[in-house]
């Protein structure tokens, strides 16, 4: 890719059309990476939710409040985590609490591999210091325009 370093024709260059593709471009390496696991993101959201949740769980409510504003897929949780209960992935109880099984943790951890190579190639070449003023200079773009943004 040819980069421009002319920083005044940049500053002139459209943020939505490069936020657009910079998404793009990030989550379909993202889920291509996940699909080698037969994932989609919701389902692996969702078993992230419950990693940390061990023997108690996590009830059903809150995964589904903590993630409806990722990406926009509102009470769409639902089905994916009656989807993860009948592959055997998550067990919920009588009190809706969700527990990820054996087989959902080990699948979970073998995603959580090629993620964290999928992030590993997005940022290449970026060090932190670059990466964190990038995100709060988005973070202030939306706020700008009233917009909310939020992420764990």
């Known amino acids: ?26 989550v379909t390496h993202i889920r291509a990476g996940l699909a080698e696991h037969g ?21 059903r409510a809150e995964v589904v409040s903590t993630l409806r ?20 992935l998550v ?12 087989e959902g943790d080990a699948l979970r951890a073998k995603a959580a591999e090629r993620v964290g190579r999928a992030l590993a190639d997005i940022h290449a070449g970026i060090t ?5 003023a990038a995100l709060k200079v988005l973070q202030r773009m939306i706020h700008n325009v009233g917009g909310t943004a939020w992420h764990h």
Do not use: C, F, K
């Open 39 to 59: 994932l989609t993101q919701p389902p692996w959201w969702v078993l992230n939710q419950l990693v940390d949740a061990g023997e108690q769980g996590r009830p």
């Open 128 to 132: 932190d210091e670059e990466y964190v």
């Open 69 to 88: 504003g990722y990406l926009n897929v509102g009470d769409s949780l639902e089905p994916e985590i009656d989807t993860l209960i009948v592959e055997g």
């Open 1 to 26: 890719m040819d980069y421009s370093h002319d920083d005044a024709g940049l500053a002139r260059q459209p943020i939505g059309y490069w936020s657009w593709a910079a998404h793009d471009a990030a």
């Open 91 to 102: 067990t919920q109880d009588a009190a809706t609490r969700l527990r990820l099984t054996p």
